[in-house]
């Protein structure tokens, strides 16, 4: 069974949820070692998708509900996640085509396109202390998991544990990339709040997902 | 030359009062030239807004070519993703510039200013890398000018020298300098003062010469003789000032 379109609304509803309910926790982990804004931004940017879902025309897909994402975190969030996540979301769209469902191998193409476009956007690498930190592991616990013929859903828990992990392994990092890395040593020990971010969204891509096989 | 040939700078900040204030800066060397101040967010945040960097880009593009400079980080990742959206002929023509956003909008916007093509306005924003050279510069500068004489005698067949003493108040600061820059760009030849490239903003800045000194402007280019005697009567001339 594949994923349509209502659990890509249903995971933007999560998302915003879930982001509205660690808001304060986000920025606490940005004040630490950023400028403190990273939890309003995304909280903004989310909000601001929420009524434009109800104007998507009739027959989208998928694909449709990421871009649409992507442009309206672009222009809403003002941050450095605003561009990072919209050309993830937006590179995820490309790669989500006019599908009307997505299987296990196309759920780990669109996150592996996602991650490449923040790659490309924000030239971090794994141990940068970034959002890569949480995409990276993402990415390669959903491809193994679709390569073993797991279905969708899986392939999403998966890889939405191994962000969690990946958020929780930047605690020690030094930060090399990002607002953080004016800090130096001193951001060892903090969070990255864009790797938090990320495993939270991930995990509402999955919970979605999960909520959909068992409709 | 028209104003629509010219190349358009975007100032990109996380504070719209930084930009603005950049343009209002630039402006004094730069009075005619395109300049758009794209800082903070759209409701007036400290942030960027990809929607205003987009438009900044729009205004600033008169078909030859937009220079962007940016501040944090942040600022950087939204006039990229700006660019990703832009039609491919008009991306061709619109430069991310890595340089100071004060410095090398400054001299982006003189260069601009000037009527230079797209590479030479990147290129002139690009000399505010590094600002320990330009201090070291500064220091060097009054042994320059001690030096032009004996340089003046050396200087081979078909090259042309002037010395000139600055009688301005200010010497050659921002306004000044960017008046002798804007008139050498004029001209083809290569020009120097005290050994500094004449086109080039930041050089001429960082010489540091204030009313009193003596300064040498030479060309070895044969061709360069008009250039010399043209910036030698700007600055015998006191660049308009008392």
Known sequence: ?215 | MAASDRVGVVFVSHSARIAEGLVELARQMAPSATLVAAGGTDDGRIGTSFDLVSAGIVEADAGAGVVILCDLGSAILTAETALDFLDDETRGRVRIVDAPLVEGGVAAAVAAEAGDDLEHVVAAAETARGSAAGASATETGAAEASDAASRAEATAAGSHARRVTLINADGLHARPAAELVKLASTFGPRVTVNGTDAKSLLGIMSLGLTKGATIEIASDDPDGREAVDAIAALAESGFGEH
Do not use: C
């Open chain 1, 1 to 215: 069974m594949g994923l349509d379109i209502t659990w890509a609304v249903d995971w933007v509803r999560r998302s915003a949820d879930v982001i509205a309910e660690h808001r304060l926790e986000l920025i606490k982990l940005d004040r630490e070692i950023g400028d403190g804004d990273h939890g309003e931004n995304m909280d903004r940017g989310f909000q601001a998708v929420l009524p434009k879902l109800d104007d998507l025309p009739a027959g989208s897909t998928p694909g449709d509900v990421l871009k649409l994402v992507a442009t309206t975190l672009i222009s809403t969030v003002g941050g450095a996640a605003g561009p990072l996540y919209g050309t993830a979301y937006l590179k995820g769209a490309g790669v989500a085509g006019s599908a009307t469902s997505l299987d296990g191998r196309a759920i780990a193409a669109v996150l592996t396109a996602a991650r490449d476009g923040i790659v490309l956007r924000g030239k971090a690498e794994s141990g940068d202390k970034t959002m890569v930190d949480a995409w990276t592991p993402a990415v390669e616990a959903a491809e193994a998991a679709a390569s073993n013929g797991s279905d969708v859903a899986s392939v999403l828990d998966a890889a939405a544990d191994a962000a969690a992990a990946g958020s929780d392994a930047t605690i020690p990092l030094v930060a090399r990339k990002g607002r953080a890395s004016y800090l130096g040593e001193r951001s060892a020990g903090h969070r990255d709040p864009g790797a938090q971010s990320s495993a939270l969204l991930l995990r509402a891509a999955a919970d979605a997902a999960s909520a959909a096989a068992g409709a």
